[in-house]
């Protein structure tokens, strides 16, 4: 029998322990799991103020909180309130609520979509969405950094204007998501195109795009740019909507 060596055993012990806390910050170790829940929340808070030929104040917050169930399941819930004024009227407020379940496997994407939105530039008291369709994300990295994904839903949407008008559509809404991350930096756009079904001259067009400088774990720069343009709109209102803001974010680990 070999002689026992308790200098030998403790370097055995060492490599193994060495060789397991490897293993578990290894990014597959921190992936999701079937039997596991995890619910990550981010919340932004931007502004803009100008003064001299024309004065306005512009707020926005963001909140968004996501939920991953095991392998295939997740459910984004996202806020957005913005309020501004110009030569100290209000002209802007507008809300977004948005819920977008959704089941992935490999590349394939299914989504269903729940929301609401209040717009006083656009002269919208309520608007509801719901809708589905399928999706495919042709790029994207283990640990969810960098993406490129397109998606297809077929919405009902029912608007409710301040001049007391209603209309009820159906939509077709095309979505080009793209996520790029390298070290602090992080870049985000989502892009839709909207037509109505069958009427394609009655569409909406609107571009997310997000520059994001991490200068903590969980604190960070942010740049967002925010477009919207209708092709139907309110007599007296504008058909096109564009905001720059700067503020932070935070977000759990």
């Not at 992080?186 to 001259?201: H, K």
Request: with cysteine; charged share 15%.
């Amino acid at each position: 029998m070999p002689e026992f060596c308790p200098m030998r055993f403790f370097q055995y012990l060492l490599a193994g322990l060495l060789a397991a806390t490897a293993l578990l910050l290894s990014p597959a170790a921190r992936a999701q799991r079937p039997d596991t829940t995890i619910i990550h929340y981010t919340g932004t808070l931007t502004g803009a103020f100008s003064a001299g030929g024309v004065y306005r104040t512009l707020l926005t917050t963001t909140h968004s909180v996501t939920f991953n169930r095991g392998l295939h399941f997740g459910l984004p819930l996202t806020g957005t309130f913005i309020y501004g004024k110009q030569d100290r009227q209000l002209k802007e407020r507008e809300a977004l609520l948005n819920a977008t379940p959704y089941y992935w496997k490999g590349h394939f994407r299914a989504y269903g979509l729940g929301g609401y939105e209040r717009s006083n530039l656009r002269g919208i008291a309520d608007r509801w969405q719901v809708g589905a369709g399928p999706g495919w994300s042709f790029y994207r990295d283990s640990l969810g950094k960098r993406e490129v994904a397109l998606s297809n839903l077929v919405i009902r949407e029912a608007t409710y204007y301040i001049d007391g008008s209603e209309r009820v559509v159906t939509r077709n809404s095309l979505r080009l998501k793209l996520l790029y991350t390298l070290k602090q930096f992080t870049v985000s756009t989502f892009t839709f195109y909207q037509p109505s079904i069958p009427t394609i001259s009655d569409y909406r067009v609107s571009q997310l795009a997000t520059v994001t400088l991490r200068v903590t774990k969980r604190l960070a720069v942010n740049a967002t740019s925010n477009y919207t343009h209708e092709s139907r709109v309110l007599a007296g209102k504008n058909p096109d909507n564009y905001n720059l803001t700067v503020g932070f974010s935070y977000a759990t680990p």
